[in-house]
């Protein structure tokens, strides 16, 4: 669910937590994002801690091309706020959520949840 609406109807559904940021040497658990999306797996992307530096548009090929492909993004409110980032231009169709909505995806049986 993204703000109290599935974000896919399709089930089981795949929640990759992004919480490290643009610094990160290892970019691949980002490609794997991307190759989620263009196989058909039903993904959503949360960007938490260090992560939500990648909200910023254009800070990322991967998301890019993530979102290009019908990938779902979404941002921990309280992190962007921590890092400035609250009041700052982000990326197009990036959901900024609370952790009692990112509580709930984890805590919904259909969902696989990997964190990095």
């Keep these: 669910m993204v703000n109290g609406t599935d974000w896919e109807s399709s089930a089981p559904r795949l929640l990759l937590i992004e919480s490290q940021g643009r610094a990160a040497a290892d970019t691949g658990f980002r490609r794997d994002a991307v190759t989620q999306v263009i196989t058909g797996q039903s993904a959503l992307l949360f960007l938490v801690q260090d992560g939500v530096v990648l909200a910023v548009p254009g800070s990322d ?3 890019d091309r993530f979102q290009k492909e019908g990938g779902v ?3 921990d409110s309280f992190s962007l706020a921590q ?3 609250d009041t700052a231009g982000l990326r197009p169709e990036l959901r900024v959520v609370g952790m009692d909505v990112v509580a709930g995806w984890i805590l919904d049986p259909a969902v696989r949840v990997v964190w990095h």
Aim: glycine share 12%; proline share 0%; hydrophobic share 65%.
């Design 83 to 85: 890092h400035g980032l």
């Design 73 to 75: 993004l979404a941002a």
């Design 61 to 63: 090929a991967d998301l």
